[in-house]
């Protein structure tokens, strides 16, 4: 049985390009007691993965060249010699871009109960991105009915689980996303009350209208100009969950912006990072509340699917460019 | 009866001075039923005096042309027509630069019980400096026993009482400081267990053999070059305090340096501004603390005393070019 691989060929400085990838056929290696053997059928694109393939310090170590690139995937075990996973088990984690994987089980992060969502909903609203904007909006953020959300990358894999999820908590919503189908996702697929684009719209005018009392919280996935426009805009109390910095692609040096110190102190504000590995063990708290809310349709899920191993290698670009039009999954089964 | 004011006599831009300000005799108004006459015997010099100085945004209105100058005073009633202040009551409040106070009572913070201390102390230690360092470094820093704490400003009226709770709470501590006398009195006086002098040290490296797990709490008054120092060391899960930020005397337009967030993001930092006006209904309880540990002598102060209200005028200046060595109190009665 062979498997495929998209492996990490050349370390990227900045957004991981086709030509940093390679596809590669190896062998599937026969099981030992203890190991099983996962089929995965849905490959994960996340902004992270910048992160993962470059070689810089960072909250994981960096991919190391020739192994598969790291990445969450979605998949089926279909030979089993571990006492916890059966054939015909659906299982999630950090499976990485392969079709197949032997593993004592290290890298399962849990097995998919939710058999009537879609599968690749393990790897978006059910994975990593809506238990990131359920934790990092209802922790972080701190948000409460009444408050005025603001997200950035508004219509994103993440930030069109926080706003909805923010509806859902009672919150007034205001989406920046760029670009005019973009925010009109927003207010027609996931419901915010306002959405601004960033691309024709100057953002600070803008959040002062749709923001007459201030902001409560902002999700912000961006840093960037439209971070620094957001910040002007902060209500009393305001708490600030920085989730990504998708508009800086190089940190090293650091990037020079408006000191945020005076609107912070102002404000009695609060900025903090957030990263969801910090709450491994409570994602099934987010996940019930999830799988209840897509059964009662309450929150829209836009998927981006491109096909086969091949999509890979230009993928991370895409997301980067903003090309994508939905959760970014490459579908491999 | 004559009442000294110094007034704000002219608007500044930036840090108050002198030509700012005028000493003004007026006549002591007759008392009302359900008013008192306080007799200041100690003004207070504060950083945030610059910005109630100013005409622009703040968490306070700005003080109006020909008013005394905001300020925090300590006093004795003199007479009272009042019935919640009586003849001898100590009291500390918001009573501004004048010598005597007719009052309602709506400017006074509280009447001063501790009378074994020093009645200055009021304004220092035991009142604004002493209650924001306890709340400052217990609530937004959320500091514990064993966490490292680095303090900027650190032998200030704020900062060494910052340095001292910290080390009753077990923490460990390392003050940043200008020159070689108050790097002497973090470490003689004050019981840092390390301190840096940024006139002539490199501070990022000097955090760095300092504090070789990290930093878990800074408490920051100064913003500027010594934050982003600090900022490039942050332990996992860092709580930063924005207190003051004395470094930079000009906020319009906003000064600009390096991005903050990924430093967040990957640490899981907090930065979080901090005003003591958001805990007036919990103050008892760090004077509480504050006057048992003093009496203990677990908390030395340090303080620069002015005479007469002459010395009004140019104490704010003194305060910004870090030329006192302790609290700065004018001492009027």
Redo the contacts between chains.
Sequence with gaps: MKNTQVILARRPVGVPKPEHFELRETDVPALQEGQCLIHTSHWSVDPAMRGWANDV???SPPVALGDPMRSFAVGEVIASRHPDYAEGDVVEGLLGWQTHVVTDGANIGHKVTETDLPRSYALGIMGLNGTTAYFGLRETCAAKAGDTVVVSTAAGAVGSAVGQIAKVMGCRTVGIAGGAEKTRQCLAEFGYDAAIDYKSEDVATAIAAACPDGVDCYF?NT?GPI?DAVMTKLAQGARIT????AA?TE?DP??????????????????????IF?YMDRLHEARDALAGWLRAGKITVREHILDGPGAAPGAIEMLYKGENTGKLIIKVG
Tied chains: 1, 2.
Aim: aromatic share 8%; charged share 15%; net charge positive.
């Design positions: 310090p960072n909250y912000d840093c971070t920085i989730c990504g910095t800086i940190w650091l990037p020079i912006g408006p000191r945020v110190h005076r609107q912070l102190l102002v404000a009695r504000a609060r900025m903090q990072g957030f990263l910090d």
